[in-house]
């Protein structure tokens, strides 16, 4: 269930492998990666890349090709045109892995098999929440050498979300709550504001406040488990419910939920979970989309 965030602070120099029979198309350029681990030699133009965890989103945001995904990249909804032809792998299908012959891998830190990994291709691995969701997404995009592309984005984005504030927090007031909750694996979650789910644009970007017992709990680590008789405790003046389809989210149901003041005043905005665990770039815009048009009506 990780999401995303992290990474190294990282200065490049490019050199070209080569020897006397080379011809052009079979030179190799590569770049020096300063990674959280060190420097790593990496593909200055990698051209199949497997993502083991989180960031698939970031690396098809910066027209990468992809042969190989995690699982949970491979059912996002949002992902499936652009991951069509991505076989489905994990930390463990190594045999599988190197089938794909990739010229770069990338996951997260916790991952299994690192040194095996490293000798399939070039490993670079980040710990999630080392660094804030924004400069993970500059970290990859050095990584893949594609920084400038990278901050571009992420100048629109910040832009684009904090003007979304600004007209949100005039409508609904400056003192208005939001939370974020789902129910997964049959126990619900509030979260904190870098967990996914739309909390870094709810609360990093747009600037809306977080109900008091939500930041007690689930600022720390991200998020906070609790049972459903407590909800109403974390409940803010609008609720945004993060549904799996595939779930009963039974929840939904009960009294203790239908009573929430957000629920009976209407402020309740339920959105595909699948399509919006992560905090790449592609499901930063969706989920972007998605407050200003549930908040705003546009």
Known sequence: MLLLTTSACSGMSEKTNSSPGDTANSTTATITYQSENG??????NPQRVVVLSSFAGNVMALHVNLVGVDSWSKMNPRFQSGLKDAEEISDESLEKIIELEPDLIIGLSTAKNI?????????VTYTYGKVDYLTQHLEIGKLLKKEKEAQAWIDDF???????????????????TVSVIEEFNKQMYVYGDNWGRGTEVLYQEMKLNMPEKVRETAQKNGYYALSIEV???????????????DTENSFLETNTYKNIPAVRNGRVYEANA????FNDP??????LDFFVKHFLGG
């Open 39 to 44: 420097p790593i030699e990496v593909p200055a």
């Open 115 to 123: 040194d095996k990994l490293k000798e399939i291709a070039p490993t």
């Open 158 to 176: 910040k832009r684009r979300a904090q003007k979304a504030g600004e007209d949100i927090r005039a409508k609904i007031g400056p003192d208005a």
């Open 231 to 245: 909800l109403p405790e974390f409940a803010g003046d609008y609720l945004i419910v993060s549904k799996n389809p």
């Open 274 to 277: 699948k399509e919006f665990y």
């Open 282 to 287: 592609l499901t930063l815009d969706y989920q």
